[in-house]
């Protein structure tokens, strides 16, 4: 009968212990700045991560902010102790002047299930134009109407501007 009750005992202490076990994502830096970029390069980043518990650290999405920003993980499952990367890319195509993007990386982590990692910084265009759009409302035959447009190259390529074209609408 002691026996019985140690062993019960001891099957006991073993479940208690497994269910106290658990995984934890770290991120020791969740934050990218990548400075000034043109307006149509694609800028990557590789954020790390960690399972800092004592059970398997599950990825199980990683998702974005927008179609802009990509981002893939290395590795589905982490051991504990075992390290990982978010390689997250950002088409700056349709964006100019100061940026802000979200990846999200969602785990089995009890305590801290998602992880918002951002990249940061600052589209330029390479050739600015003041106003980006004139319009001159209804326009009376046979009346010159004008406008002044600036462009300035923010680049170092010379820029060659060939005809102009307007449209109404």
């Not at 951002?118 to 001159?136: C, S, T, Y």
């Not at 209804?138 to 190259?153: D, G, I, Q, Y």
Request: charged share 15%.
């Amino acid at each position: 009968r002691l026996i019985i009750t140690a062993s019960i005992w001891g099957t006991a202490l073993l479940l208690a212990c497994n269910a106290w076990a658990a995984p934890a994502v770290a991120v020791p830096v969740a934050e990218h700045n990548f400075g000034a970029v043109f307006q149509g390069n694609v800028v990557r980043h590789a954020f790390t991560f960690s399972n800092r518990g004592d059970a398997p650290l599950i990825v199980e999405k990683v998702s974005s902010s927008c179609g802009c920003t990509a981002a893939l993980a290395s590795a589905k499952v982490l051991a504990p102790g075992e390290n990982g990367e978010i390689q997250a890319s950002f088409d700056s195509t349709r964006f100019r002047g100061a940026i802000s993007k979200t990846v999200y990386l969602y785990t089995n982590d009890p305590a801290l299930p998602m992880v918002q990692l951002q990249l940061k910084g600052n589209v330029l265009v390479e050739v600015a134009i003041e106003p980006q759009q004139v319009n001159f409302g209804s326009v009376v035959p046979k009346r010159t109407v004008k406008s002044t447009v600036n462009l300035v190259n923010q680049g170092d390529r010379e820029v060659h501007l060939e005809g102009l074209e307007t449209t109404a609408t």
